[in-house]
């Protein structure tokens, strides 16, 4: 609706703002004007624009950047199928892993923060990998994947240590070219079959933190299985991204 002096109101200027977005006008990991230059725009006052701003930034539209101004953080949804794991596919232009081939076929940089640790696995994760409780014997690598400085999802995956111990997949600084499938394949454990849990659920505290999003969101959880010719579960991965980016696409046979 429009004011009694026909100025827009928040509702009318997270639309506008948001239409720029969509249509690429602020490309993502772009910054938005500042609030003073939107008021002028509008013909409004900075409050009414920052109204805007936080009903933009629930729907994971923007996220303010202390120091820096409102960056843009939608992104095309992301679709997830069987057609992202092929080795060419994770393996095309030096890429790590499936997840930098789909951000660079929408021009923006794929960006990895890593850390491994050897630790014990949750218990229906040692159920999977088939391993006895009560030590440390998984390599656990987690990862905060962003494009463009945009937080994007969070793995874990859950590897046996007689696997890799002491393999390139213990070390956070490693280029993985292919990702973890192909270095699995390298080391002798080359994944022919998986199978994936899908869950739609809010985010922990700290899960929104690390996604920089609105409590109020809901996180897609992913619990992936690897395994190899033989049967054997040789990684599971976890993820955790915004529902609300992901297209969920599988195909099955049908008797």
């Known amino acids: ?10 509702r009318q200027i997270a639309h506008h703002l948001r239409r720029d977005i969509l249509d690429g006008r602020h490309p993502p990991g772009t910054l938005l004007p500042p609030e003073p230059e939107l008021a002028q725009r ?5 409050s009414l624009v920052n109204r805007a701003l936080q009903l933009l930034a ?15 953080t939608w992104l095309p949804p992301l679709l997830h199928s069987p057609a992202r794991y092929p080795r060419e596919i994770r393996e095309g232009q030096e890429a790590r892993g499936a997840f930098d081939a789909e951000i660079r076929a929408l021009g923006l940089e794929p960006q990895h923060e890593i850390t491994t640790e050897r630790a014990e696995p949750p218990e229906h994760i ?7 409780r009560g030590r440390p014997n998984c390599l656990v690598r987690r990862r905060r994947l962003l494009a463009s400085r ?3 999802r969070l793995n874990a995956s859950w590897i046996p240590l007689e696997i890799a111990g002491g ?5 956070p600084s490693a280029v993985l070219v292919g990702g973890i499938k192909s270095a699995l394949a390298d080391l002798g454990f080359k994944q022919v ?4 849990r899908l869950m739609v659920r809010p985010p922990s505290d700290a899960e929104a933190i690390a996604l920089e999003i609105s409590p109020e969101r809901s996180v897609l959880d992913i619990f ?3 395994r190899t010719a033989s049967g054997r579960a040789v990684e599971v991965t976890t993820t955790v991204t915004p529902a609300d980016n992901q297209i969920v696409e599988h195909e099955f046979r049908l008797s």
Do not use: C, W, Y
């Open 126 to 132: 040692a159920e999977v990998l088939r391993l006895p």
């Open 224 to 226: 992936h299985v690897g």
């Open 167 to 171: 393999s390139t997949l213990e070390d």
């Open 150 to 152: 945009i937080p994007v």
């Open 58 to 72: 629930a729907e994971g539209k923007v996220t303010a950047r202390q120091g820096r101004g409102t960056m843009v």
């Open 42 to 46: 509008f013909g409004v006052s900075r």
């Open 193 to 196: 079959a998986a199978t994936e």
């Open 1 to 10: 609706m429009i004011d009694r002096l026909g100025k827009p109101n928040f």
